[in-house]
């Protein structure tokens, strides 16, 4: 059957007020991406003829995240109810026959349950069709009452339970199929039953049910697919499902994972066998990480390349770079977007890169910024290098050639070049270029004074005698020292 | 009810065997304070006559933490019973009529629970009322034995149960209230029944019920509040139930935290709405931060002030520090004491700061030290810059004007004065203060030596090729290399 | 009864595929160790005659890891099942009449189990004995069909099940105890039932069953002693079983741990009473730590040595080091190995050491790089010290006395020494030795420019209206700007 009769429409309207926030329900985020979008990526294997998004608070920025993802927004201002939010969708609607109804923030929700629902109610020619879910615990949301196997006589709010009813386990997820010609005569004759004048779906359907309209139930296969975020308890525990169903996803595909429940890997990640993920390790992003790679406890990778036998060391922060075969970063190491490690290169402890490229098997250890830097092969870099490529004004480019010793606490004033196979002295501020296999020398000759400190000391203990005396009680400082315990 | 008929006793004299430590059981901590401090903030709101600790272990170490809660110290030594703890602390107790006795380990009890006791104890005009605690696991408490709904027949200890009172579920929390003239007769007629001649406020109890007196037990609403402290084991599932409390305080208060089971709260923290906490973070002591800020994972903040909209990337150590509206700090940032960071302001990575300011919008990207510095708005500071606050003899401080721009790997030689709008050449050693908008200079200048390096490169060959004639037989560096791989 | 008519048998011929690994099954690791290690370390107490790892996939590797074990290796090549691997270890068995038979992926077996195991074994004279265990969830592995109290009547494989087995719950570990006479026969006799001429050890079992040899189960205490590794879940599952046995051992030990299921411990680690270990810490290799040490967040020390009262403070990465009583690094210090702080001796912020050796009561507060260099007691190093301790040619020491100060910035070209007493200007490159009580300078002299700064602003802001006026449409910056936030 073709699914060009079927629209699907995401209420994205509501303000979440128990998450207590400046942002739209929609658009807080789980697993990496916001709710919406999570729904979204459910229904958007339906290739259903129309995707509507019904906004209203912060409506501009839902609709900003909605829009790259072929949903068209539609406006609810004010926000009457769900009811409400299906007459303001209905021009929108077109001539769609069917309609799949989904909350935005029930990011749980599969594409294969959305299908079965849909054929359920296709093949029983419903008129509506509420998804369903048991669950163990229904305190709060309202209940299926069942008046056969397949239908429903109505949903009952937790307020109107009877005491019997209070048992019923079968709960209404608020994801719904409607057969629209059917919708809308119901929808009409539903009257606003509260001072906010709202309207509800479930009185439509409760109105379907009166006409003796088919009205089905579909049970969920997996009961979290129900799950709405309305606390920010509700976040951390729909964030930790797909957190924990990624990490599984991973393992299957050969990555081994040290406490698992300490790390943290967005959807789109990839890892190949044999990687090693430590504790508390996240992988942001569209990562894409190697075979045999180890990525050490704390480190955090966004939207990072990496070949493989890559080692990352504990605590690097690395985003949108490129780390080739056998690369070593870190502890400590920080690479700014950019930055590309050839093939064995290292960057090591307290070293900054941006924009910059290291070629392959150069060694840069230690407390070194490197910035807009192109840097040869076999190349060494001593620690406190530092490339000036803000002269505040504008950047400029350092270029350092192949097998190059750079002594270390050098600084290099771009836009510098220095040649292949060249040697930098130690502490040496370099402004010029250094050719090919020359020295570079520029500091301070030594000069040393015999008995300076000696004399020094000797002054400064007695000055402090004389202005001891000056100044007769002074200050314990006992009081400044504090324990370093907390 | 006026409550001053009532005094607190704290049985705080302790040793904690089984948590093998040099440190009294009551000082050891959960929930970032000591248990004590717990026990105590859970008495306060009773507004008791007089709060007691009786103390024994580490005696003064005890009395240092709880006198400045106004609890009075009273001596054990030795200490022979909880019984004979109580008879220690009776002329302390002065007037009272009534005493709520707790041990100094149960530090999840709470005031409400206290409150309804006190409330049970008053109506029934009872002698004693044993707090218990309805179980799954009572294997190793006391049992209550009831004669009535309301009254206790006796406690069993554990070593006593009969087959039957093995399944008894409801234990002795340890906490209790009596009304003291029915007490002190009652332990004045218990018999030291052991060879170390201890005396236990279970025995006046049994005593209490033999002269038919009224003994009420009272269950706790939460059985965890009868949860001790005997253990590192149990230390560390208290200290878990108060970080789980806290984060839900905060998640509730309008904050996101992500994978919450690995985030570290103490009790006196707050944040915004909007605030993000990601896996890993500690927020310590009266850290205090505004709305919308981020946290990454990783980062450690004790005692520190934050504005809104602020971002702590991944591995920053902050303490005692405040951070205004918009700021940024690392990754890898690490604030002192007396550290302000204006509005905008930045700190980058592998950057100290300990007792500066920073002005509005300026920035310390990267590798930088600075102390004792007051630094204006818009300026920037090159990485590698360095205060030499510390001359082996005192502290200097170092002050920047707006708009300056220090080179990289700058030494600022304190006491030193850079002026409004000057310019610091990369690599020098500052001395002496520059005026505004000049130009501060301090550095060698380059020599370029052409085919140095490569003449030092032949010159090392073939001396080394001399050593080996000279060493025929060198040892492999082949055994020094060790798997990089754990 | 002498053990020495017994051998061991490890089963570590298999690939392992539904790891997806090029590792060799064996050879992946838990709780710091392989899994093959954890087996042999299990029966090494049985002081059997011989123990012999029948290996196959990696058979190299697998031999490398097992030999310095004593554990002689038996290639099966192809590996024709677990049957065929007897055949194959049968000449090296020699004169043994017993065999415990085990996979090498069983790393939670414990002794005391196999023990116990084999007595049952022994007394009941039997041909065979199955190590079962109950289980909860015996999905997928093979059920003991029991014939009486303690005989077994057979294994029945998960597809072989009738609907009625499908409730039998004492599942087939796959360790076993043979009577070596009363196999061989059996195996000979069983044919092999598939396409791959596989032989099962179950086979033989049945074949003796058949056959009215005595077949005992002997049930594990402890169920998860039968746990394999065939999925990455798998190894997390029993990495964190190893991993919370080990914590509980510390804690029993009088050690503090918050949020333990972060913390991630090596089994040979050691830590005296009152350390505190902070959430996400590891402690690797065979680390050991005194009393009262505090290791804080992020922190991982592999192969440590630590006195007493130390304080490793967030976040340090420090290996094959030492730290004797009172010192204190950190946060973001990195340890190489052959470092060794002496008492109260620190390393702050941003410091790297490799193989030197720090004095007394020294401190390195931050941003330094220490190589091969030996300091004094009471020295103070400032900040951006770099010892040049490589000059691309080969390594050279530094050595520092007492009681000198180095000041900021700091280059110290190795090989060079610095007497007692000695004072560095900052920012001077130190090439040759300073004598005691001497001062060191090597850096350029000052020179202020006035207006400079203003002058060079006017020139960059007139050049840049001239190029706009010849660049007539230049592109907008605006879209390199990114959202700071994920």
Redesign the interface.
Known sequence: MPANDLAVVILAAGKGTR?????AKVL??AGGRTLVEHVLAACAPLKSRKTIAVVGHQADQVTTVVAPLDAESVLQQPQHGTGHAMQVARRALGSAKLAIVLPGDAPLIRTETLRAMLAAHRTANAAATILSAVVSDPAGYGRILRKSETSVQAIVEESQLTDEQRDLNEINSSIYCFTLEKLWPALAQVKPHNKHRELYLTDAIAALTAKNEAVLAHVAADPREALGCN???D??EV??IF?ERKR?DL????????????V?IDQDVTAG??TVL???V?L??KTKIG??C?I???S?L?DMILGDDV?V???C?AVESRLDNNA?IG??A?LRPGTHLKEGARA???V?MKKSVIGEGTKVP??T?LGDAHVGPKT?I???T???N????AKHPTTIGRGV?I???T?L?APVRIGD???IA???????N??P??????????????????R??RE?ASAEHSAKRARPRTKSKAKKKKS???
Not at 426 to 432: C, H, K, L, N, V
Request: net charge positive; hydrophobic share 30%.
């Open positions: 998450l207590k926030s400046g942002v807080h985020r606390t920010r308890a976040l951390a964030d930790r957190r599984a393992m299957n595909d050969g990555v081994s994972i040290q406490l698992p429940e300490t943290l066998e044999d430590e504790p508390c996240q942001l992003g075979q045999r180890t050490r406890t704390g955090v966004s080692l060391e504990p605590h922060v070593i502890p400590f920080r090591g402890n307290f900054e230690h407390l910024y060494n001593g620690a406190g530092i490339t000036c803000y002269d505040g004004f010793f002594g270390s606490d600084t004033v196979g060249a040697y130690a502490g040496s501020t370099i402004t010029e250094v050719p296999e020359g020295l570079g020398i520029a500091r301070g000759r030594q000069v040393n004074k015999p008995r300076w400190a000696a020094k000391r400064l370093r315990r907390r």
